[in-house]
Structures are given as structure tokens and as C-alpha cells.
């Protein structure tokens, strides 16, 4: 049995990135970056007004000015502004010569044909050539996770051929004969099978292409078809189950015939101590425990990091400090244990929670935090990392 660290180090230092592919920006949407994106424009391109109003000289705001232009967005201005002149002017149009300001036409009036201002302002109300974007400048980085947002600068620098890293294929499988599908009503001494949709849910909101390959029966020969099957055809396999000691858990054994080096099967935490990972050349497989609290949190804490790192994103652990609102206690010491919790009024309260079969605690919680090896007691007040879930 290793510690946590000494897994997530194993875990980390085995990734192997993806190659690349392009795709059009408007599927680009939670993949990869694979480079960085310069811009092929200065933004904005022109000296342009920030609102409606008039364009003016700076030194002219106390007297009448002759209106001698209307310019709307999209135009060009025709007239160069004189002294004791302005041009009316459009959000988004470009400022003509001769202009330092423009007045917001909330600040103004006519008179006797005359513009006259009835307020003073502190700012130009220009957007100045280039002050959001210089040609040249990096304005999207390689390793972003792509989001709405970023559509807009990819289309705002014609950059609509996306370099991404390639999807990471995912084969999934549960294993037991007391597994029975969700669309089945489970007989005596069955269960349905939640992990394997779970497992499959997470893996695609990260932008992975997971498969489902069913249940493998507590047997050599259908763990092996299935874990083999599943190797071939995908770059990670990821089980739940089948990784303790009873007799009939054949998952280790499978997978080293099927080529994998086992790294580690045992981790010094709770809820997962079980939980395997290995690899050969160019696969790799994940075997996680069979109580659904359990494979959601190693998913989260090592495939994640893992997957993602293949998919070219160093993952950020999503952690806030936060203060506890009661003391916690625990029994056991020996192990790193992560449980759920929910925040209440900006502070950690304990969510009611069985152990690791205990599915529906995770259904309520906002996050889980962490015991260290050898804690017994967190501390009412006590600041702790909320990793949110």
C-alpha cells in the first residue's frame, strides 16, 4: 500500500499527450487548445467612438459647435472637425480628424441649430487604435479548455480552423454477477449498476469519448474478453470492481495477460484503498472499487488529472478555503480520507454520509475536504481546502 501522493505522482508522471487534429471553432467547444492563438488585426482597428454623441475638440466643450457630419458605424468620415465644429457620431464608428472627445448625447442639446453641452466629463470616450489588441499578440494560450467565450476571440482574429488534441478514448466496464443494468429491476442479492454511468458522465463532461462495454461476469474468460476488447479499441480502460481480493475478483490477473503493468493496487485512502492503476506501451487502465462513492472520488481525484493531462490541460484542483462550522471527528487514522460536505453560510458543514456505498450522500453535497494520515480531529474554525465536486 502506497500513500495518495505517491499514486497521483505514479499517476501524473505516466501521462502520454495526444496527437492533434483541426476542427472548425464552432466545435471546438470544451476541447483542448493545442497552440497558441495570435491575433492577424489590431483591435480595434481604427480610433473608434465608445458611445452616441458628438465628436469634438477638448477645448471647445464651453461654446456653441456647428454639427457639420453624421457618421454611423461602418462609415467613414468625410470631414475633418474645425474649430467651434463636431460631428455627430455612432457607438462603434470611427472618430474623425481634428477630434480629441466625444460627448455623450445625454450630456447635450440643440439650440438655434448649435450643439450645446450641458455637462462636463472626465473621459474621451474613445477607444483608442490597438488598446485591446496588438497585431501579433497572443490573445488565446495552448492548454485551455475551450469555452463559449473563446468563440467569439477565435472569430474575432479569423482564426477558424482550431488545433486541438485529439479526444481521449475511454473504454468502461463494471464487473460483478450482482450487476444488473438501471433499465432492469434487480433481483435478489442483485444491484443495478450506477457506476458505470457515472463513470461515463464524468469522463464527458471533460470532453472524453467514453464507451460502455457492459458487465463482465464473475469469470476469467468474460473479464478477459471484455477487458481485451475494450484495450484494443480505446487509449485508457477504466473498471469499477473487481480490483479487492475476494476470489472472485479476476481484474488484476486479466489485466496483466492483456499486457498491463500494474504500477500500484493499493492506496492508503478512504473511500478507494483498493483502487489500480497500470499500463503497458500505449494503454493504460484504471481499476477502481466497486462502491459507487468510492470510484466517483479516485475518478475525480487521479483519473481526472490523468485523462486530462493526456488531453495536453494541466488540471487545477477546483479548491476554496473555507472555515469548518463544527468540529469533525473520525475513528480511523491510518488513512487519507476524503468526505462529502456541504457549505452553509460560507462555512464547512459534515453531510450525512454511510461510507463508500453511500451513493446518494454525493447527490447533496457541495464538495468533499480531507483527513491526513494520523488526524483524528478538525477543529470548529479550522480553515480546510473544499475540493468542489
Do not use: W
Not at 71 to 87: D, N, S
Not at 350 to 379: M, N, Q, R, W
Amino acid at each position: 500500500m502506497i500513500t495518495f501522493e505517491e499514486a497521483y505522482k505514479i499517476v501524473k508522471n505516466s501521462i502520454v499527450v495526444k496527437g492533434t487534429e483541426r476542427v472548425s471553432f464552432l466545435n471546438s467547444v470544451n476541447r483542448i487548445l493545442a497552440e497558441d492563438v495570435k491575433s492577424d488585426i489590431e483591435m480595434p482597428p481604427f480610433d473608434k467612438s465608445a458611445v452616441d454623441g458628438y465628436a469634438c475638440k477638448a477645448d471647445d466643450l464651453d461654446m456653441p459647435l456647428e454639427i457639420i457630419e453624421t457618421v454611423q458605424a461602418g462609415q467613414t468620415p468625410e470631414k475633418i472637425v474645425g474649430k467651434e465644429q463636431c460631428t455627430q457620431i455612432m457607438t462603434g464608428a470611427p472618430v474623425p480628424e481634428g477630434a480629441d472627445t466625444i460627448v455623450m448625447v445625454e450630456y447635450t442639446e440643440i439650440k438655434d441649430n448649435k450643439l450645446i453641452i450641458k455637462r462636463k466629463q472626465s473621459k474621451t470616450n474613445i477607444a483608442y487604435r490597438a488598446e485591446d489588441v496588438k497585431l501579433g499578440q497572443t490573445v488565446l494560450k495552448k492548454g485551455i479548455i475551450i469555452k463559449p467565450q473563446h468563440i467569439a476571440v477565435f472569430a474575432s482574429v479569423g482564426y477558424t480552423e482550431v488545433l486541438v488534441y485529439e479526444k481521449v478514448k475511454i473504454g468502461i466496464i463494471s464487473t460483478g454477477d450482482e450487476l444488473t443494468e438501471p433499465d432492469k429491476k434487480p433481483g435478489l442479492s442483485q444491484i443495478r449498476n450506477s457506476n458505470s454511468y457515472q463513470l461515463m458522465s464524468q469522463a464527458k463532461t471533460m470532453g472524453c469519448n467514453p464507451a460502455y462495454y457492459g458487465i463482465a461476469k464473475d469469470t476469467y474468460e468474460d473479464t478477459y474478453e471484455k477487458v481485451t476488447k475494450a484495450l484494443s479499441e480505446n487509449d485508457v480502460l477504466i473498471l469499477s470492481g473487481g480490483v479487492s481480493v475476494g476470489e472472485f475478483d479476476f481484474v488484476p490477473e486479466v489485466l496483466k495477460k492483456a499486457g498491463i503493468k500494474i504500477l500500484f493496487d493499493s492506496i492508503a485512502v478512504t473511500p478507494g484503498k483498493p483502487t489500480t492503476f497500470g499500463k503497458s506501451d500505449t494503454k493504460f487502465c484504471f481499476g477502481l472499487p466497486g462502491n459507487p462513492v468510492s470510484s466517483f472520488v479516485q475518478f475525480e481525484l487521479l483519473a481526472k488529472p490523468f485523462l486530462y493531462g493526456m488531453s495536453g490541460h494541466e488540471y487545477k484542483i477546483p479548491e476554496i478555503k473555507l472555515p469548518l462550522a463544527k468540529d469533525f471527528k473520525r475513528k480511523r487514522t491510518a488513512r487519507k480520507a476524503f468526505i462529502p460536505i456541504n457549505i452553509v453560510n460560507g462555512e464547512v458543514v459534515p453531510l450525512e454520509y454511510h461510507g463508500s456505498a453511500h451513493i446518494h450522500s454525493l447527490s447533496f453535497a457541495d464538495g468533499i475536504i480531507s483527513y491526513l494520515v494520523g488526524v483524528d480531529t478538525l477543529k470548529k474554525g479550522d480553515l480546510v481546502d473544499v475540493r468542489q465536486i
